[in-house]
């Protein structure tokens, strides 16, 4: 077997906390994957991306949560444990701390869902022109 440097190992670590950050993942599970001890893991992942693992996974959550916040009506509830956290009260917390603002404040400052959601122009047209049917026997008749 041939040796793979520790930056190849904590990559793969971090591509799975990006891949796979919605699900229940702890320090340990990074490890595993990364093939390290969890202190080894964990001072190595900090030396190398400048923050430990639990923040990193924090971080992406709290990333993708405010994605969903900008960009659809779901609720703040929904959006928690869609990202993969755990209680409101905590991702409140987190999420004001990190962008300054609550949840809900963050999402007043961007319109609402619905007008961001486009339909194609293809999809208007097709939906939009009259259907043509066949007339039936009893159709000719009136």
Known sequence: MAYVPTARHLLRARDLADARYHEPLSV???ARAAGLS???FSRAFRDAFGEPPHAYLLTRRLERAAA???STDRS????CFAVGLQSVGSFTSSFTRTYGVSPETYRQQFPPAALW???PSCVVRAYARPQRRPLRPAD???
């Open 38 to 40: 969890r202190a080894h």
């Open 117 to 119: 959601a486009r339909i």
């Open 68 to 70: 969903l916040l900008r």
């Open 28 to 30: 340990e599970d990074l």
């Open 140 to 142: 000719a008749a009136s």
């Open 76 to 79: 703040v509830a929904e959006i």
